[in-house]
């Protein structure tokens, strides 16, 4: 299989003006190209813009595309090799790769203080608690359930009643689909974990964003296929996504499948724009890859109306649509579902009999009531709700860690915020001393990226969200670099 190589132009892209100097680090002269250069590459590579694994550009490319001499490009990656950022191999590029120690670092380490007597607040997850609603629509769901006792309970594909309520739900935002191109699983996650039991074998790989669903990276490494990483470039066309990284890069794996959230992305709350949607549809067909599209956030839209649905822009089967009731209800609300044809959801519910016999009679019943009769005032107070709290974190951010740089799109439960230095890790290891869980960056991403990012939910309420940034911006005194320290800090994590 050939080597995966970034692309010239996405690299000089995300290197930006690499040679100005940084003032946040209170630079005083300039350094050499060469160095500056490195310098630049290794930062894109602890966020995750160069993913590990790939060749970076030849130096002759990359010579005529930065206009500087072959000697400077060589020196460069000379850096980079002997700093343990680019691994060589006899008769093949160098790849790109994370030094040994790099994590932790000398700014990652556990802080002493005491904890808290105050009760910790869980920012590691994204997710809300149950409406007033669930507990209706469990009531309802047991007024129903004396219809389906006398049958053995177990379901494949699911309720017909249920079936019925996803497919209308698809159809009232534009795309046509039948009970019988619907699958209900155990959430989301099952969903992914059955879609890649069939349609992947050990060692294909997955094209996934960077960064993405943590649960979903775990869920292609189980079943032994290899998550291959495509940057997120928020200034790039489709709202985010490069799709011609995502071309390149199932064109050079020969990727058979594709698992991503163009609906308020997990983490970064983006959504993908319509032409964005359209290319990628016509992506699949060309590299003969099927989509598998995550609509778990679909529901939260905050600041935007979202695009038609994928699917709607596919002439086959090339896109798979998977969904849960988890992000839009509670997450206690174990139910999703999968849309494909209908010859794809016979083969899945063949090889489910391995996995489970079907999703709880009770909660479909009881998920069929919310989607059927409170969906949409459930999901007008819950968009509210979520607007005024991801304000209050702003707000929180902006007074006590203005150099922090949130970005949060259109929608979703979280915001993507970038460090002023490389010690996510660090961060969330210490904050629970004071009174924080959080998820750490690298968790989003593949070996170890994203140390200058973290994740931070603003599902809880506002006045925990308040706290929740002192506690933060107090562990993050603890480990925040001084000046002095800052051009070490960037060049030698």
């Known amino acids: 299989m050939a080597m995966r190589v970034i692309g010239v132009s996405s690299l000089t892209r995300d290197l930006g003006n690499w040679r100005q100097d940084d003032d946040s680090t209170r630079r005083k002269s300039a350094r050499p190209a060469y160095l500056a250069l490195a310098e630049g590459i290794r930062l894109l590579i602890h966020d995750g813009r160069i993913p590990l694994g790939v060749a970076l550009p030849s130096e002759r490319d990359l010579a005529g595309a930065l206009s500087l001499s072959r000697t400077t490009i060589t020196s460069t990656y000379s850096v980079l090799r002997d700093d343990g950022y680019l691994i060589s191999r006899q008769g093949s590029r160098s790849t790109v790769a994370l030094p040994t120690g790099a994590t932790p670092n000398g700014l990652m380490f556990h802080a002493t203080v005491p904890k808290p007597d105050a009760p910790t607040i869980d ?18 769901a047991v007024q129903a359930l004396p219809a389906y006792l006398p049958s053995h309970g177990m379901e494949p594909i699911g309720i ?19 009970p019988e191109q619907i699958m209900v699983t155990l959430g989301a996650q099952h969903a992914l974990r059955l879609l890649l039991g069939a349609l992947t074998s050990p060692g294909e790989r997955v094209l996934i964003e960077h960064p993405t669903y943590p649960n979903g ?47 308020f992305h997990n983490p970064t709350g983006l959504t993908m724009d319509e032409a964005g949607r359209i290319e990628l549809c016509r992506i699949a067909r060309e590299t003969r890859m099927t989509v ?16 038609p649905p994928v699917a709607s822009f596919a002439r086959g089967g090339e896109i798979v649509t998977i969904g849960s009731s988890s992000k839009s209800f509670w997450g206690g609300l174990r139910v999703g579902w ?20 079907g999703t709880p009679v009770m909660d479909q019943l009881a998920t069929a009531h ?15 709700t979520l607007r005024n709290q991801r304000a209050a974190l702003l707000g929180a951010l902006a007074e006590q860690l203005p150099d922090w740089q949130p970005l949060h799109g259109g929608g ?8 002023p230095a490389p010690v996510s890790t660090a961060l969330a290891a210490t904050a629970p001393n ?60």
């Not at 296929?225 to 995502?246: H, S």
């Not at 919310?370 to 509210?384: G, N, Q």
Request: hydrophobic share 50%; with cysteine; proline share 6%.
């Open 217 to 263: 990276i775990e869920a292609i490494r189980s079943t032994g296929a290899r998550p291959v990483p495509v940057p997120l470039r928020p200034d790039a066309g489709g709202a985010g996504w490069d799709l011609d990284g995502i071309r390149s890069a199932a064109r050079q794996t020969a990727a058979r499948l594709a698992y991503l959230i163009p609906d």
């Open 160 to 178: 017909a009643v249920l079936r019925e309520a996803i497919a209308a739900r698809f159809r009232a935002r534009g795309l046509p689909t039948e």
């Open 123 to 140: 920012m590691s997850y994204a997710a809300m608690s149950a409406p007033p609603e669930v507990e209706s629509a469990y009531v309802a």
């Open 338 to 357: 999968i849309r494909a044809n209908a010859n794809l959801i016979t083969r899945l519910a063949g090889a489910r009999s391995a996995v489970d016999l």
């Open 434 to 493: 004071y009174g924080v869980l959080l998820a750490a960056g690298p968790r989003f991403g593949v070996e170890g990226a994203f140390e200058r990012f973290i994740r931070l939910p603003f599902a809880r309420n506002e006045c925990d969200l308040r706290v929740a940034v002192s506690g933060i911006a107090a562990a993050y005194e603890v480990l925040a670099p001084r000046s002095e320290e800052s051009d070490a800090t960037l060049v030698c994590v």
């Open 292 to 307: 598998v599209v995550d609509e778990s956030m679909v529901d939260l839209s905050l600041d935007l109306t979202p695009p």
């Open 412 to 419: 979703g439960m979280s915001m993507w915020v970038q460090l």
């Open 370 to 384: 919310l989607l059927s009769t409170d969906a949409d005032k459930i999901l007008e107070v819950r968009r509210h």
